[in-house]
C-alpha cells in the first residue's frame, strides 16, 4: 500500500503555491492553487492535481429565492460544469456528492434564509476528478470567508487487479482499476464526510483505502495551510 508522507511545499511567487510532483516520498499528484482569481464572484479558486485543473466560485451568503428559502440556515447550491456541452447525469451526481461534503461543514445556521452557491467548472480532467472539485470548492469557500467548522479535503484511491492501490489516480490508472474509491475527509479528526465508490472490492480493501486517504489528507491539509500562508503574507 503507497502512503503519503508530508512533504515540503515549494511556493511559486507569481502562480501561487505549488507542491512537488509525484515521486516516491510522496504518493499524490503535484498540487497548485491560486485563491481570488474572479471578480464577480465572492470567493474564487484555482485547483490543479497533476493535469486535472477545476475553477470554482462562491457567491453568497446572499438573498435567495422564496421557494427554496430555509427558516433555520442557509441554501447551500452546487453548479458543475463540464469541459465541453452541458451538465449530464455524471455531473449530477457529482453535484450531489458535493454539496452532501459542504453541508457537512459550512455551518449554515449563521445565515438562515440566505443562499450559498458553488460554481465548479472542469477546466481538465486527467483522472480523480471528483477530489479536485473537492479541494476547488473548499478554497473557494474560505476565499470567500464562509464560516465552516471544519475544512474539508477529497482523495480518489484505485485498486488494480492485483490488489495494488494507487492514490490520486490518472485517467489511465482509473479506466485500469477495477475499483475506484473516493473519500472527503475533514481537517479536525480526518473523520469520514462522504464516500463514493465504484467497482468490486473487499471490506479489508476498503479500510485500506480509507486508512491511506486519511494519511494523505495531511500532506493536502498542510498544503492548504501553505496555500493561505503565501497569500496572506504578501499583506
Not at 71 to 87: D, Y
Not at 150 to 163: I, K
Amino acid at each position: 500500500m503507497e502512503e503519503a508522507n508530508r512533504a515540503d511545499a515549494k511556493v511559486s511567487p507569481d502562480t501561487g503555491t505549488e507542491s512537488h510532483p509525484r515521486n516516491p516520498e510522496c504518493s499524490l499528484r503535484h498540487f497548485a492553487c491560486e485563491q481570488n482569481l474572479l471578480s464577480r464572484p465572492d470567493g474564487s479558486a484555482s485547483f490543479l492535481q497533476g493535469d486535472t485543473s477545476v475553477l470554482a466560485g462562491v457567491y453568497g451568503p446572499a438573498e435567495v429565492k422564496v421557494s427554496k428559502e430555509i427558516f433555520n440556515k442557509a441554501t447551500l447550491e452546487v453548479i458543475l460544469r463540464p469541459k465541453i456541452g452541458l451538465p449530464g447525469v455524471a455531473e449530477k451526481s457529482r453535484e450531489q456528492l458535493i454539496r452532501n461534503t459542504c453541508e457537512a461543514v459550512v455551518l449554515g445556521a449563521l445565515h438562515p434564509r440566505t443562499s450559498i452557491t458553488v460554481v465548479l467548472q472542469v477546466v481538465s480532467d486527467a483522472g480523480s476528478l471528483l477530489s479536485c472539485c473537492l479541494n476547488a470548492a473548499c478554497m473557494a469557500l474560505m476565499d470567500a470567508g464562509v464560516p465552516m467548522r471544519a475544512l474539508f479535503c477529497g482523495v480518489s484511491c484505485a485498486l488494480d487487479s492485483d490488489g495494488n492501490l494507487v492514490l490520486d489516480p490518472t485517467t489511465k490508472q482509473e479506466k485500469e482499476a477495477r475499483a475506484i474509491l473516493t473519500f472527503a475527509l475533514d481537517s479536525v479528526e480526518q473523520k469520514l464526510l462522504m464516500s463514493t465508490t465504484k467497482g468490486l472490492y473487499s471490506d479489508a480493501e476498503l479500510q485500506q483505502c480509507l486508512a491511506a486517504a486519511q494519511a494523505a489528507s495531511y500532506h493536502i491539509f498542510h498544503f492548504y495551510r501553505e496555500s493561505l500562508q503565501r497569500r496572506y503574507s504578501k499583506s
